[in-house]
């Protein structure tokens, strides 16, 4: 047996056994006054516990309560676990360069497909995502949260007119920073390669830092020219138009740094082939390594036994013989208790933080299995639901979160929140709007307020559809023969149900929340070398 927090052990028992002491020791004032024999004839005999035996049994539960928050484990072994998790930072150029429309619309919107169809493979990875010109913005670090970062690159306007240049090196910088804590450090580059002619620095300062570099070059070696929203060309400093063909130097970087370079293509082949790679070469490398310790809490035993000390020496309980004999009844009553149940709850710990270490990690299927072992209550039913929603469960989750019922005003509220959420997910969207509505009586949150007026924006929408839809209708069927009315009216209900039912689909719902864009947040990062390139694009 051991203790983890030991030093509670020499900062609490020391003043105990002085408090002790001195309670012991103390005489009464009456006692200074008066002889034994004198004050034993005066006072009245008492049948129950004295002073001195409640002082004992205070003293002892204290000590009881010492040794259980010194937190006492036995078997206790430290364990290393790899993460399988490889970390990659994903770079989009959003120089001025990368607005040809060599690539349909232009490369930049090229770019941001060819991310989106990255995190659609990417099951093993962990991905943050930087925008870069003459100097870089962190759109996201690392993260596993991919739903989250598509609607930041949904939402993200890329007719911003950031700095002109490409700085690479900064961009390099960046990732040292998000990667710092990872021995496999992956960049993927998704640029036309700027214009510049030496990457030697860029190179240097990538192996120092073991930072691998792939490129996609979204250009055509033919180029394109840029037309300016004055609907002027973008001309150099001579008056010539400027024709911006792909950088082909930027090879070396990839090459000369373990990466991977390639050209885009109209499928999935360049993604998927450098995806491979990564994993491939990671794999081969050290997988991340983490330490946990694990043990069997002890501290319930001493806990129960200060507690009942406590209990008696607070009690009016009679002498000895009357409390050996409460002591038996409560150890009889204590062996009849199942003993399975004292078993389990000190395995629920164990559980609970392996379901918490699962979900940490995403892997919300794990977490629902360890989660599901446990007792039902309502953080234990909220946690799994979590999980479940998480694991795109969703019509499970909603089954949980119905059935949650709590006197907590904030996990309602979460709840609620959640529901809304859940609902939204299987497109049942009045269900969606009655839980938000709820959720915000009790909470004044703004991302309910945003869910929620972005579902009454899409019922809104679909009423004025069928509206639209049913005066057609209305128009058509004064034209038609009356005897073959009950016939077109029973054929277009079941046409509208099932338009209802295709027009609540998921992708529709997420066409609603491109088509209502905000500017995503950017932090900029700073960098210890500027962009020297002079050309303005």
Same mark, same amino acid.
Do not use: C
């Given at each position: 047996m051991s203790? =983890?927090?030991y030093k509670?052990?020499?900062?609490?028992?020391?003043?105990s @056994?002085?408090l002790i002491?001195?309670?012991?020791?103390k005489?009464n004032k009456?006692?200074n006054?008066?002889?034994k024999?004198?004050?034993?004839k005066?006072s009245i005999?008492? !049948?129950?516990?004295?002073?001195?035996?409640?002082?004992?049994?205070?003293?002892?539960s204290?000590?009881?309560?010492i040794i259980?928050?010194a937190?006492?484990?036995s078997n206790?072994?430290?364990?290393?676990?790899e993460s399988?998790?490889?970390?990659? =930072?994903?770079?989009?150029d959003?120089s001025?360069?990368?607005?040809?429309n060599?690539l349909y619309?232009?490369?930049?919107?090229?770019?941001?497909r060819?991310?989106?169809n990255?995190?659609?493979i990417?099951?093993?990875?962990?991905i943050?995502?930087i925008?870069?010109?003459k100097?870089s913005f962190?759109l996201?670090p690392?993260t596993q949260?991919?739903n989250?970062?598509?609607?930041?690159? +949904?939402n993200l *306007?890329t007719?911003i007119?950031?700095d002109?240049?490409t700085n690479?090196?900064s961009?390099?910088?960046?990732s040292q920073k998000l990667l710092?804590?990872?021995s496999?450090?992956?960049?993927i580059?998704?640029?036309d390669g700027?214009d510049?002619e030496?990457f030697?620095k860029e190179?240097k @300062?990538?192996? !120092?830092?073991s930072i691998?570099?792939?490129t996609i070059?979204?250009?055509?070696k033919?180029?394109?020219v840029? !037309?300016e929203e004055?609907?002027?060309?973008l001309?150099?400093?001579k008056?010539?138009?400027?024709n911006l063909?792909?950088?082909?130097?930027?090879?070396?970087?990839?090459? /000369?740094?373990?990466g991977?370079?390639?050209e885009?293509s109209?499928?999935?082949?360049d993604?998927?082939q450098i995806?491979?790679?990564?994993?491939?070469?990671s794999?081969?490398?050290k997988?991340e390594? /983490?330490?946990?310790?694990?043990?069997?809490e002890?501290?319930?035993y001493p806990?129960?036994i200060a507690?009942?000390?406590l209990l008696?020496?607070?009690?009016?309980l009679?002498?000895?013989k009357?409390?050996?004999l409460?002591?038996?009844?409560? @150890?009889?009553?204590f062996?009849?208790?199942k003993t399975?149940?004292?078993?389990?709850?000190?395995?629920?710990?164990k559980?609970?933080e392996e379901? +918490?270490?699962?979900y940490?990690?995403?892997?919300?299927? /794990?977490?629902s299995k360890e989660f599901d072992?446990l007792d039902?209550?309502?953080?234990?039913?909220?946690?799994l639901?979590?999980?479940?929603?998480?694991n +795109?469960?969703f #019509?499970?989750a909603?089954?949980?979160y119905?059935?949650?019922?709590?006197t907590?005003s904030?996990?309602?509220f979460?709840?609620?929140?959640?529901?809304?959420n859940?609902?939204a997910?299987?497109?049942d969207?009045n269900n969606a709007l009655k839980?938000?509505e #709820?959720?915000?009586k009790?909470?004044?949150d703004?991302?309910?307020?945003?869910?929620?007026?972005?579902?009454k924006?899409i019922l809104?929408k %679909?009423? *004025?559809?069928q509206?639209n839809k049913?005066q057609?209708?209305?128009k058509?069927?004064? !034209?038609?023969n009356?005897?073959?009315?009950?016939?077109?009216?029973?054929e277009e209900?079941e046409? %509208?149900?099932?338009e209802?039912i295709?027009?609540?689909?998921e992708e529709?719902?997420?066409?609603?929340?491109?088509?209502q /864009?905000? +500017?995503?947040?950017?932090k900029?990062?700073?960098?210890?070398?500027e962009d020297?390139?002079?050309?303005?694009?």
């Amino acid at each position: 047996m051991s203790f =983890i927090y030991y030093k509670v052990l020499f900062l609490m028992l020391i003043p105990s @056994f002085l408090l002790i002491y001195l309670l012991i020791t103390k005489q009464n004032k009456i006692e200074n006054y008066f002889s034994k024999k004198a004050l034993k004839k005066l006072s009245i005999s008492n !049948q129950y516990l004295s002073t001195k035996k409640r002082n004992l049994l205070l003293f002892l539960s204290l000590i009881f309560m010492i040794i259980a928050l010194a937190r006492p484990v036995s078997n206790e072994e430290t364990k290393e676990i790899e993460s399988n998790l490889i970390p990659i =930072i994903i770079a989009i150029d959003v120089s001025k360069s990368m607005k040809a429309n060599d690539l349909y619309p232009n490369r930049v919107d090229f770019a941001k497909r060819k991310l989106l169809n990255i995190l659609e493979i990417s099951n093993n990875n962990t991905i943050g995502v930087i925008l870069f010109a003459k100097t870089s913005f962190l759109l996201s670090p690392l993260t596993q949260d991919f739903n989250s970062l598509k609607i930041l690159l +949904n939402n993200l *306007d890329t007719t911003i007119n950031f700095d002109n240049g490409t700085n690479i090196y900064s961009v390099i910088e960046t990732s040292q920073k998000l990667l710092k804590d990872y021995s496999n450090k992956n960049l993927i580059l998704l640029t036309d390669g700027g214009d510049n002619e030496d990457f030697g620095k860029e190179i240097k @300062f990538a192996k !120092q830092n073991s930072i691998k570099i792939y490129t996609i070059a979204l250009a055509t070696k033919e180029g394109s020219v840029i !037309q300016e929203e004055n609907g002027n060309y973008l001309t150099d400093k001579k008056g010539n138009i400027v024709n911006l063909k792909l950088n082909e130097k930027i090879k070396d970087l990839s090459l /000369k740094t373990d990466g991977g370079y390639i050209e885009y293509s109209l499928n999935n082949s360049d993604i998927n082939q450098i995806i491979n790679d990564i994993n491939n070469k990671s794999k081969e490398g050290k997988l991340e390594k /983490k330490e946990y310790k694990t043990y069997t809490e002890l501290f319930y035993y001493p806990l129960f036994i200060a507690v009942v000390l406590l209990l008696f020496a607070f009690s009016s309980l009679p002498n000895l013989k009357n409390l050996k004999l409460s002591i038996f009844i409560i @150890f009889v009553s204590f062996n009849f208790l199942k003993t399975d149940l004292l078993a389990f709850s000190i395995f629920d710990f164990k559980t609970i933080e392996e379901a +918490n270490k699962a979900y940490e990690t995403g892997n919300f299927k /794990k977490a629902s299995k360890e989660f599901d072992k446990l007792d039902t209550n309502e953080f234990r039913d909220y946690n799994l639901a979590n999980s479940l929603y998480k694991n +795109n469960n969703f #019509e499970e989750a909603i089954k949980l979160y119905e059935n949650i019922k709590t006197t907590s005003s904030d996990l309602e509220f979460k709840r609620l929140h959640n529901l809304g959420n859940s609902y939204a997910q299987i497109n049942d969207l009045n269900n969606a709007l009655k839980k938000y509505e #709820e959720a915000l009586k009790l909470k004044n949150d703004s991302k309910t307020k945003d869910n929620l007026e972005l579902i009454k924006s899409i019922l809104e929408k %679909k009423e *004025d559809n069928q509206n639209n839809k049913s005066q057609s209708n209305q128009k058509e069927e004064k !034209q038609t023969n009356p005897q073959k009315n009950n016939n077109i009216k029973k054929e277009e209900s079941e046409s %509208k149900q099932s338009e209802m039912i295709q027009d609540t689909q998921e992708e529709k719902w997420l066409k609603e929340i491109e088509n209502q /864009k905000t +500017n995503s947040l950017l932090k900029k990062m700073e960098s210890s070398s500027e962009d020297s390139i002079i050309n303005p694009w």
